[in-house]
């Protein structure tokens, strides 16, 4: 079974800190992606990292997947407020016909 | 352009009742998904579905559960005789194609609590 690990599962940073969510797994993924969830709603989608060793910059959100194509991390340089919410990793799985997730992290920036 | 479409947002059900829950995918999008989110947890993969078939049911309970997808009308998720385990936010996605690899589009959910 394909397991996605992220730490930390809580942040709470203060407003123009930066901070760096992890995801790791020991099985490698064809493809894997970042979604935020606000209370309420589902998940919204990222961004999606194919390639080992890819880095790709959203404004203040930089997301990397490992060479290795088993961890990815997500940057976020100069928190704000509106940072706040649930951040999912998620991977493609071996067979192809769905993505799973990681259990969270949890971020919240105070002003 | 609406977006996936899930409902109701809210479904309050006693034990033994049955919910069902609807999900109509993107415009375009033939690949529906639907997840299960507890309280602080990430969301638990459960039913793959394309128009007329499972693809994949390998995070569907084997009992009370069902889903389908039929040629017309929105995909379906009902539970049969609930129980307080199975108050949770049910989540639907869709996609252009299989496998997931370009992300999904999700739905606001709906909330289950059986009371």
């Known amino acids: 079974t394909q397991l996605l690990e992220q730490s930390p599962q809580f942040l709470s940073i203060q407003e123009g800190e930066n901070l760096t969510v992890y995801c790791n797994s020991s099985?490698?993924?064809?493809?894997l992606q970042w979604y935020r969830q606000e209370p309420g709603e589902g998940p919204v989608l990222l961004v999606t990292?194919?390639?080992?060793?890819e880095v790709k910059k959203l404004k203040r959100l930089t997301f990397q997947f490992g060479d290795a194509r088993k961890d990815s991390s997500l940057h976020i340089t100069a928190a704000q407020p509106g940072d706040t919410g649930l951040y999912l990793c998620?991977?493609?799985?071996?067979?192809?016909?769905?993505?799973?997730f990681g259990s969270g992290t949890r971020l919240s920036i105070r002003p | 352009n609406a977006g996936v479409m899930q409902n109701p947002r809210h479904l309050v059900r006693r034990r033994g009742q049955e919910a069902r829950l609807r999900c109509s995918p993107m415009?375009?999008?033939?690949?529906v998904y639907w997840y299960r989110q507890l309280p602080e947890e990430g969301l638990k993969f459960m039913v793959y579905?394309?128009?007329?078939?499972?693809?994949?049911e390998s995070g569907m309970p084997k009992e009370r559960f069902s889903a389908e997808f039929p040629k017309e009308g929105p995909s379906i998720l009902r539970i049969q005789q609930v129980v307080r385990g199975d108050s949770a936010a049910y989540f639907c996605?869709?996609?252009?194609?299989?496998?997931?690899?370009?992300?999904?589009?999700f739905g606001s959910g709906t909330r289950l609590t059986v009371v």
């Open positions: 099985s490698v993924f064809s493809s």
């Open positions: 415009k375009g999008h033939s690949h």
């Open positions: 579905l394309q128009k007329e078939n499972i693809i994949d």
């Open positions: 990292v194919v390639t080992g060793g």
């Open positions: 996605a869709s996609s252009p194609s299989q496998g997931g690899h370009y992300g999904y589009t």
């Open positions: 998620a991977g493609a799985d071996s067979s192809a016909s769905k993505i799973i």
